[in-house]
């Protein structure tokens, strides 16, 4: 598990780029990710291990991110 907001700019990072440019104008992802939260009590998550639940795997959570990107002088 990574801290919350690692995985955030990891999901970012991992958008297509053309030209280290993102190459469109809005996107929304809708993910499950495992979550929990550390002994300091920020929220550490991750992609699920697996694909397929075994019954003994804390149930799975949902991050949607929405990405727009506005033109220049906006």
Known sequence: MIAFEDLLVTMIGDLPLAGGDLVVSAVELELPIESRFDAH???????????????????LGEVTLRLVVEEDGA
Do not use: C, I, M, V
């Not at 009590?41 to 149930?59: I, K, N, V």
């Open 41 to 59: 009590g920020r929220l550490e998550a991750s992609w699920p291990r697996g694909r397929f639940g075994t019954g003994f795997d804390p149930p």
